[in-house]
């Protein structure tokens, strides 16, 4: 059996949130190569402290502060070179939240609770995609793996064509397992992992992870209330004292105990400010949250152009996300959404321009041409861009703030935090990419829409005069002597449409990664992306109008 030489060192470690204090100063050592487990109540602070070691709790975090050190120590030399090798993908603030932890180059690898699966990519991708991101990776383990991701599926036994989002449980654990061990991490955490199962198939998780620990040897750290499942794996136990806010270590003839020494976490007595009334408390954080977030929005719009260089560690993984992200905003549904959109604009300026002019009989003659090249003027240069970047604003930005949501929720981008790359690498970029390409071809859809209904329309109403007049008239004032792309209309429409994609897809990007407690939360994202993104689009297109015209 290879066996992992990296102990995991908490030196001084407290951890409060802005209520209570859930771990008091305190020193444990994590054995290497051992299976390690925390016991603790519920609501204790396990998984905070499980996040905290994972790396996903920045120090400035507005709710949870913590101090002290957590360190990876290997007994040989490699530990330096591993702290060295990690992969310089992270962004300043993403490197701030990983500053005094270990995990900055996927050194500890994660089992999430919710298991934070990619759901659009199959279980042998899950699977390559920690594998591609451990590549080169100089490992404090004995053995590095070389398994393939069929081998792995196999190994874990989990059906390697189902789709991901149709595992089962048992089978969805297995593949978190296999993706976090894929990462070839020197440390392994296990969040919860029997929560939600029966006792049965809790313990069919357990030897599970007893399996893995004794044929592929890391060290491995269980964090868990159902100790009676996780005991009789244990190594070692350390108990998560809810009264002492301590970790205690319990020797081998006291786990005995350890039910009894479990107490129910004790709430806190509100403090003054909690006594203020409820209303006066949940304006001030909202006020609180609206600054923060309008903040970090100036701050982002500010550092955009840095935080878009494509330093990927992987191009072939950015393409991936690129093509998901393409046919989200670009695909079957948003194009018949933009058609049908382009066919309403085309038919009523048409339809409705000549239907109610005034003195028809004796204007129409006189102003017919002017009419027309008018009506296809304002279509190309105002209505359809207008029309066109305001439902997508609308549509795809909100398509994007529910997949960059949900992915936030379910803890998937956690799980990229720990593979060490940053999530602006596979999801910002990408997304921003795919806007660039897909709004300008989503406003030619909506504008040739316009252009041909407007033609059929005017041929039905005006049998007697055909096609070729309004093809000469409405096409008058749109492309110019100089051909369409070389003209500079084209460029203020393309200008409108690059800005409103670009825009749409950050305001949703960063809607959807902010903090998310709740799928609540992913449609209040949602909706504040549908308000600030069709808001921002209507901003630029004044701003532009005022120096286009
Ligand atoms: N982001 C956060 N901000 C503020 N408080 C938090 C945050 N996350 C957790 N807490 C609080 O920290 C305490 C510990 O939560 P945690 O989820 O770590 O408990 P736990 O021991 O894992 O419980 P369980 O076994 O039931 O999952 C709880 O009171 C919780 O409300």
């Given amino acids: 059996m290879p066996e992992s030489s990296t102990t995991l060192h908490l030196d001084g470690l407290q951890i409060e949130t802005n209520s209570m204090v859930l771990l008091q100063a305190t020193d444990v050592s994590i054995a290497a190569g051992k299976i390690t487990v925390i016991v603790g109540a519920s609501g204790v602070g396990k998984s905070v402290l499980l996040r905290m070691i994972a ?82 990776k100089n490992t404090a383990t004995t053995e590095p793996e070389s398994l393939t991701s069929l081998q792995w599926l196999e190994e874990l036994g989990v059906p390697a064509l189902t789709p991901v989002a149709f595992l089962s449980g048992g089978q969805k654990q297995r593949l978190a397992i296999a993706r976090t061990l894929a990462a070839n991490p020197d440390v392994v955490l296990y969040d919860e992992p029997s929560s939600g199962l029966d006792a049965a198939t809790g313990r069919q998780v357990a030897s599970l992870i007893a399996k893995t620990h004794r044929k592929f040897g890391r060290t491995s750290v269980i964090v868990t209330h159902d100790y009676e499942t996780m005991l009789g794996i244990a190594d070692e136990v350390i108990l998560f004292d809810s009264q002492s806010k301590s970790l205690q270590r319990i020797e081998r003839q006291g786990w005995q105990q350890v039910p009894r020494r479990i107490t129910a976490v004790t709430l806190p007595t509100p403090s003054k400010s909690q006594g203020r009334p409820a209303i006066a408390r949940r304006t001030m954080a909202r006020l609180e949250s609206f600054l923060t977030q309008s903040g970090n929005a100036v701050l982002a719009g500010v550092t955009l152009p840095w935080t878009l260089r494509p330093n990927f560690p992987s191009w072939k993984w950015a393409t991936r996300f690129f093509l998901h992200y393409l046919k989200l905003v670009g695909g079957i549904s948003a194009s018949i959404y933009l058609i049908i959109a382009g066919l309403i604009a085309g038919f009523t300026t048409t339809y409705f321009t000549f239907r109610f002019l005034p003195f028809r009989v004796y204007t129409q003659p006189l102003l017919i041409d002017e009419l027309l090249s008018a009506i296809g003027f304002a279509l190309y240069r ?20 529910a997949d960059v949501g949900v992915k936030r929720y379910s803890g998937s981008v956690d799980a990229m935090r720990t593979f060490g790359i940053a999530p602006r690498l596979y999801l910002l970029i ?58 500079e209309a084209f460029r203020w429409v393309m200008l409108k449409n690059l800005l409103c994609g670009v825009g749409s897809g950050v305001i949703g990007y960063y809607r959807g990664i902010s903090p998310k407690r709740s799928a609540s939360d992913v449609s209040q994202a949602i909706t504040a992306t549908v308000l600030w993104s069709t808001l921002y689009v209507l901003v630029v297109h004044f701003m532009i109008a005022l120096l286009e015209f």
């Fill in 382 to 401: 105002v209505l359809v861009p207008v029309l066109a970047t305001v439902l997508i604003a609308a549509r795809c930005g909100a398509a994007v703030a």
């Fill in 430 to 487: 990408p997304i921003v990419a795919a806007m660039v390409v897909a709004v300008p071809w989503l406003e030619w859809l909506a504008f040739e829409s316009a252009r041909w209904i407007s033609a059929v329309t005017f041929k039905v109403t005006h049998p007697e005069i055909g096609d070729f007049f309004w093809r000469q008239h409405f096409d008058a004032r749109i492309s110019e002597s100089d051909g369409l792309l070389a003209s």
């Fill in 55 to 136: 790396g996903l709790i920045d120090k400035q975090d507005s709710s949870i502060h913590w101090t002290g050190h957590v360190r990876l120590k290997t007994s040989d030399s490699r530990l330096s070179s591993r702290e060295s090798s990690g992969k310089d993908t992270l962004s300043r603030s993403e490197r701030r939240l990983l500053k005094g932890s270990p995990n900055s180059g996927g050194n500890v690898g994660v089992v999430f609770q919710q298991f934070a699966l990619f759901d659009e990519l199959t279980p042998a991708e899950n699977i390559q995609f920690a594998i591609d991101h451990a590549a080169g």
